[in-house]
């Protein structure tokens, strides 16, 4: 027992540093991975980094191909839109609930995360901005006490991440206004129009990756 639980802790941190190297672009998509040059430099043998494999492929983030190896995950431009759409569903269906049972304390955390852009979100810092939509996101899936939820969002948001490196797709001076108002409509428990703002926010985020996608 006391080896398995071994094994899983030094697979755990495999699979976690072999991600953020995938999701850096420091291991590009269609790129073949040298396990054995990998072991050597994670330091972990190749039963761990095995089960780090596994780990990864379930999340899309890499491929087992037959007699030829592990490769980085390409990533078709269609599976870029579905993993947007179902994205966006799974965050509406999160967002009815939350709308329902907020508390004021909740609310008012939502607000905090976009309060230090209030004056000026035009001259926001871009990379403070763009922590603050990551939490809010983050946030509402967590609030909604939707478990399935969450565990299947890390899929969708690693082929989105792949996909737009430069970080947010869209900027603070488009984007304050929208998350403003939806956080005020949940703090009203109006779950109708949390679900229609949040559905647009999705909608215009969408067009942009596809206008992204055409250029590539």
């Given at each position: ?34 396990q ?13 980094l ?5 780990m ?39 967002i009815?609930?939350v ?26 810092d ?11 996101h983050?946030?509402i899936?967590?609030?909604s006490?939707?478990?399935l ?40 428990h ?18 942009k ?8």
């Amino acid at each position: 027992m006391k080896k398995q639980l071994e094994y899983y802790d030094l697979s755990f941190q495999a699979y976690k540093r072999i991600k953020a190297m995938i999701l850096k672009n420091e291991l590009p998509a269609g790129v073949k991975i040298v396990q054995e040059k990998l072991a050597g430099e994670l330091g972990v043998s190749r039963m761990p980094l095995h089960k780090a494999f596994q780990m990864l492929e379930n999340e899309l983030l890499v491929e087992s191909i037959p007699r030829r190896g592990i490769y980085v995950k390409k990533i078709d431009p269609q599976e870029i839109i579905d993993a947007f759409e179902c994205r966006q569903a799974f965050e509406v269906m999160a967002i009815r609930r939350v709308a329902k049972n907020i508390t004021p304390n909740q609310i008012n955390s939502l607000f905090h995360l976009f309060a230090p852009f209030a004056g000026d979100p035009g001259n926001a810092d871009l990379s403070k901005y763009e922590e603050a939509d990551r939490l809010f996101h983050r946030t509402i899936l967590e609030l909604s006490g939707i478990r399935l939820i969450i565990q299947q969002m890390e899929v969708f948001s690693n082929i989105i991440v792949r996909t737009y490196q430069r970080g947010l797709i869209r900027g603070p001076k488009e984007t304050y206004s929208e998350h403003i108002a939806i956080i005020e409509a949940i703090a009203r428990h109006d779950s109708d129009t949390s679900e229609l703002l949040l559905t647009d926010h999705f909608r215009k985020s969408r067009e942009k990756i596809e206008e992204i996608i055409k250029l590539q």
